[in-house]
């Protein structure tokens, strides 16, 4: 999957993939209309980058009407991600986007809500969270998975993804970017290279004990290699993110290794092997 506001609109991928059939997931889309955070929005680490992106969106409205038919017509699996200040903006979010032809999906993004900081609203706990997921899923057609994308904090990722799979989650996305510092203070989230370790430990933590919940890996996926290490630690699928931003091919190039892997294991499974007591063909 490309992760939310690393692939554009869409638009700007498209010179390097090809996007029928490509999941994507949007970028974080509000019901109103955000302008984003001052400039410079990026900065370069040695090992990743921070960006302090605000929320750049053109709001629910505008969305439908522009974007979102633009991704349908192009073959796109579309989903959208979703972020509110409240239960209710998200609630109210899913309501209008069940509506709306051609959503695949939705991911609720609890790791860098709208405005963040209320007192008596604080989605990175996992009780407001799971209380936003039954809001969103009381929303949204059963049949149409809604995903939980959550911090890869080592110290909540499996309070948070059991919290989140009880109300209903498809699934967990581990994880959003990890929080930092741009460098005039301004906070931004860390991402690339630098955060693969921590969210490949969130993700083995989590699959671990929860294995009822499914897992996408995000963090730094900048190939095959990465991307494999993730399903190794019981990820079932990925998300690339930064890397497209000076790569864009590397979620193609990612998702033909994968495919190659499973086409090779069906393979092994067809011809059977002593080493496999399942194996009956
Ligand atoms: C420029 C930029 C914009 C992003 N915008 C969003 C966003 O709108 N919503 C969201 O949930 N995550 C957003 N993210 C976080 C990514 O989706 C991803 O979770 C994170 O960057 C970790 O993956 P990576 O290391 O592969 O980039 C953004 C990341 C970047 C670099």
């Known amino acids: ?51 302090a992106v605000g929320h750049q969106n053109p709001g629910l409205e505008h969305f439908l009407a522009t974007e979102l038919p633009w991704l349908v017509r ?4 579309v989903h959208v991600s979703v972020v509110g200040a ?30 963040a900081g209320e007192d008596l609203f604080e989605v990175r706990e996992p009780y407001h969270a799971a209380s936003v997921v039954a809001a ?14 959550l911090r890869p904090d080592l110290s909540r990722a499996v309070e948070g993804a059991r919290a989140v799979h009880d109300a ?9 970017a990890v929080p930092a510092a741009m460098p005039d203070g301004r906070p ?4 690339g ?28 996926v900048d190939g095959p290699a990465t991307a494999r290490a993730f399903l190794a630690a019981g990820a079932v699928g990925v998300q690339v993110g930064a890397a497209l931003l000076h790569d864009p091919t590397t979620v193609a ?20 092997g002593p080493d496999d007591p399942e194996r009956t063909l």
Do not use: W
């Open 1 to 51: 999957m490309v992760a939310s506001g690393c692939g554009g609109t869409g638009r700007e991928l498209a010179p390097y993939v090809d996007l029928d059939g490509l999941d994507l997931v949007t970028r974080s889309i509000t019901l109103d209309a955000r302008a984003g955070g001052a400039a410079p929005r990026v900065a370069e680490t040695p090992s990743g980058l921070v960006h």
């Open 74 to 77: 192009a073959g796109v699996r």
């Open 253 to 272: 190039r990612v998702r033909a290794a994968l495919a190659d892997d499973l086409a090779d294991d069906l393979a092994d499974d067809l011809a059977g």
């Open 86 to 115: 409240s239960i209710g903006e998200y609630a109210e979010l899913a309501r209008r986007l069940s509506r709306a032809p051609g959503v695949a999906g939705l991911e609720i993004n609890l790791g860098s809500p709208d405005q």
């Open 168 to 176: 209903g989650a498809s699934g967990v996305v581990l994880g959003d």
């Open 136 to 149: 969103v899923r009381r929303e949204f057609p059963a049949d149409r998975p809604v995903l939980a994308k």
């Open 193 to 220: 290279p630098a955060i693969t370790p921590v969210a490949l430990r969130c993700v083995r933590e989590v699959t671990a004990l929860l294995p009822d919940v499914e897992v996408v890996g995000a963090g730094g």
């Open 188 to 191: 931004g989230g860390l991402c």
